[in-house]
C-alpha cells in the first residue's frame, strides 16, 4: 500500500477525532464565556468577599497546569467526594463530561480577565451617562456596557478559542479519543509514523477555519466603533 493509500485510510479515524476536539473546544469556551462574566463582574464587586473568591478562583486556574486540572476532576475529585463519580454506562461520556467540566473551568478563568479588561476599557463617562438617565447598576451593565464590550472581546476571545482546541490534544491523557489519541492509536497499530502528517494537517485546517470565522466577525463589529 502506498504512502497516499496509507494517509487516506487513516482519515476516517482522524475525522472522528476531530468532532470530538471540535465539540469539546465549541462546549467548554462557550460554557466558560458564561461563567466567566459573572466571574469578571464579581471580580469588580465592591462586596470584598465576591471580589475575593472571583479573584481566587481566576488565580487558582491560572495558575495551575490545565492538565493537572484535568487529572484532578478526572481522578482525585471522584475520590474525595464519591457524588462526582461520573458513570454514565458510555466510556465516551465517562471521559468527556470530566474533560468539559475542567475546560470550561479553565477557560472561564482566562475569558474572565479579557471580559474584565474589556468592561473596564468602556469609558466612564458611559457609566455616569446612565447613571444619569436614571438606570440601576444591572441596567447600566446590560443594556450600555456589555453590548459594547462584546465587540472588544471577539479578538482575544479568538485566540482563547485557539489555544483551548490545540489544548484539547491533553484529553489523549484519559484515553479520550481525539484527533491526538486517534493519531497515537493509528500509529500504535500501524508503526507508521506518518499518520502525523495528515494529523497536523487536519489541526491546521480547523485553525484555519476558526481563524477565518472569528476574523470575520471582528471586522463585521468593528465598524459599530
Known amino acids: 500500500m502506498g504512502a497516499l493509500q496509507k494517509i487516506l485510510s487513516w482519515v476516517p479515524s482522524l475525522l472522528g477525532g476531530a468532532r470530538v476536539t471540535i465539540g469539546l473546544t465549541l462546549l467548554s469556551v462557550s460554557a466558560g464565556v458564561i461563567l466567566s462574566l459573572f466571574l469578571a463582574l464579581g471580580k469588580m464587586s465592591k462586596y470584598t468577599w465576591v471580589n475575593k473568591f472571583c479573584s481566587a478562583y481566576i488565580f487558582f486556574f491560572r495558575g495551575t497546569p490545565l492538565l493537572m486540572q484535568l487529572y484532578f476532576i478526572y481522578y482525585a475529585l471522584p475520590l474525595m467526594v464519591p457524588f462526582f463519580?461520573?458513570?454514565?454506562?458510555?466510556?465516551?461520556?465517562?471521559?468527556?463530561?470530566?474533560?468539559?467540566?475542567?475546560?470550561?473551568?479553565?477557560?472561564?478563568?482566562?475569558?474572565?480577565e479579557i471580559i474584565r479588561a474589556a468592561i473596564q476599557s468602556i469609558h466612564k463617562g458611559q457609566f455616569e451617562a446612565?447613571?444619569?438617565?436614571?438606570?440601576?447598576?444591572?441596567?447600566?451593565?446590560?443594556?450600555?456596557?456589555?453590548?459594547?464590550?462584546?465587540?472588544?472581546?471577539?479578538?482575544?476571545?479568538?485566540?482563547?478559542?485557539?489555544?483551548?482546541?490545540?489544548?484539547?490534544?491533553?484529553?489523549?491523557m484519559i484515553a479520550l479519543i481525539d484527533i491526538t489519541k486517534a493519531t497515537r492509536n493509528i500509529e500504535g497499530s500501524t508503526r507508521s509514523a506518518l499518520v502525523y502528517i495528515p494529523a497536523m494537517i487536519l489541526y491546521l485546517i480547523i485553525t484555519a477555519v476558526f481563524t477565518f470565522v472569528f476574523h470575520k466577525l471582528e471586522k463585521k463589529y468593528s465598524v459599530y466603533e
Open 85 to 112: 463519580i461520573i458513570r454514565t454506562g458510555d466510556q465516551f461520556l465517562d471521559r468527556f463530561i470530566p474533560a468539559f467540566i475542567a475546560f470550561s473551568l479553565n477557560s472561564a478563568a482566562y475569558c474572565a
Open 130 to 172: 446612565s447613571r444619569a438617565l436614571g438606570l440601576s447598576y444591572p441596567q447600566t451593565m446590560s443594556l450600555v456596557v456589555v453590548p459594547q464590550a462584546i465587540r472588544r472581546l471577539i479578538p482575544p476571545i479568538g485566540n482563547e478559542f485557539i489555544m483551548v482546541l490545540k489544548d484539547a490534544s491533553l484529553v489523549s
